[in-house]
């Protein structure tokens, strides 16, 4: 029968999930939701990308906002069908992202004369490595389908607006040696024991707290792995520790290396980058992002941790997260929903977008 996307969202939701959807397994779930906005949403634009459906409104609003959702989920772990029980929908995808994916294709199959322009971009390979994300694939290949004034990340906030999100780098800080006989210690230098230099400065680190259009975003400088040691009678001549370094938007990756280099000077140590991705600000005083807020009763937080949002950011577009569901439960074998969030966040969009 295909997808009923004027169905209630929560409905929508399950029908969402119970189409298996792994990373380059989404072909399927495309096909339903190209079918269904060519069918229920004659007033967009639609095209189809490799597995994502673009669609988009030419009304000559003064703005346009642009509702993005990857459609692939992680491998399932026996968690499918969905099931509802005691208010929440459980399956793989129910909160990360298929509920905001219902709630952005419901609204737009249900308001045919919006106040704002609509840009929809379903999406897939999210979960996996970033070069195979297919965000990035249409901002290389269809450019000007990722022009707005605002955009709207449905990942799971809790049906809080998450605005921005933090930049994150990894660095590996190695320590040399020399290799010595243990029980002669003495002749040789021990790397680990370097690193404990290091692990002080950690220790010791205070992170800042960073208001940004009234969103706090606090950052952290771990130590996340330790690698070391040759053999139980060795004195080891190497060893390293890998530090993740999640940043404030207002600073640019190359401030965030500048800064861990800082934090480690003096110490007789090199340090490598490994991995970076910047930030996104928040961008909340642009009109259309503001609307967005004052729409939202002013219910708005930072986004610790990093999401497409930057993607979007780079491109010079305010960007926020929303979309029902708990992050944290995300990925788990018992992931869920509330159904409540879901209803209460096509509410809230819906009088934004009328």
Not at 127 to 133: D, P
Request: charged letters at 20%; hydrophobic letters at 45%; one cysteine or more.
């Amino acid at each position: 029968m295909g997808l009923d996307l004027r169905a209630d969202p929560i409905a929508l939701t399950a029908a969402l999930v119970d189409i298996p959807s792994e990373s380059r397994h989404e072909q399927l779930i495309a096909d339903e939701i190209e079918a269904a906005l060519r069918a229920q949403a004659p007033w967009f634009e639609v095209i189809r990308n490799g597995d994502a459906v673009l669609a988009r409104t030419h009304l000559d609003r003064p703005s346009r906002v642009m509702l993005a959702g990857h459609i692939d989920t992680v491998p399932v772990a026996d968690n499918l069908p969905s099931h509802l029980a005691n208010g929440e929908l459980w399956g793989c995808g129910t909160s990360d992202m298929k509920s905001g994916d219902a709630v952005f294709l419901h609204l737009a199959a249900t308001i045919a004369e919006p106040s704002h322009d609509i840009t929809l971009v379903m999406y897939d390979c999210e979960e996996i490595e970033s070069s195979a994300n297919g965000l990035g694939r249409i901002e290389r290949e269809l450019p000007d389908w990722l022009r707005a004034d605002v955009a709207i990340l449905g990942e799971p906030s809790g049906g809080f607006i998450e605005a921005g999100c933090q930049g994150t780098i990894r660095v590996v800080v190695s320590a040399n040696g020399t290799r010595a006989h243990s029980a002669r210690s003495w002749l040789g230098d021990n790397a680990i024991h370097k690193l404990g230099a290091v692990l002080d400065r950690l220790t010791a680190y205070r992170p800042r707290d960073v208001d940004i259009d009234g969103c706090v975003y606090r950052e952290g400088l771990s130590a996340v792995r330790i690698d070391g040691g040759i053999a139980g009678n060795v004195i080891p001549d190497a060893a390293s520790v890998t530090v993740n370094f999640r940043f404030a938007p207002d600073r640019s990756v190359e401030q965030a290396v500048s800064h861990v280099h800082e934090v480690f000077d003096g110490l007789d140590v090199t340090i490598d980058l490994t991995d970076a991705a910047a930030g996104a600000l928040p961008g909340l005083a642009k009109p259309a992002a503001a609307a967005l807020v004052a729409a939202a009763g002013g219910q708005v937080r930072a986004k610790y941790g990093w999401t497409d949002v930057s993607r979007f950011a780079a491109l010079g577009i305010p960007a926020v997260n929303y979309g029902p569901g708990d992050p944290n439960l995300a990925h788990k074998v018992d992931e869920r929903v509330e159904v409540a969030q879901i209803t209460t966040v096509t509410d809230m969009l819906r009088r934004y977008l009328t």
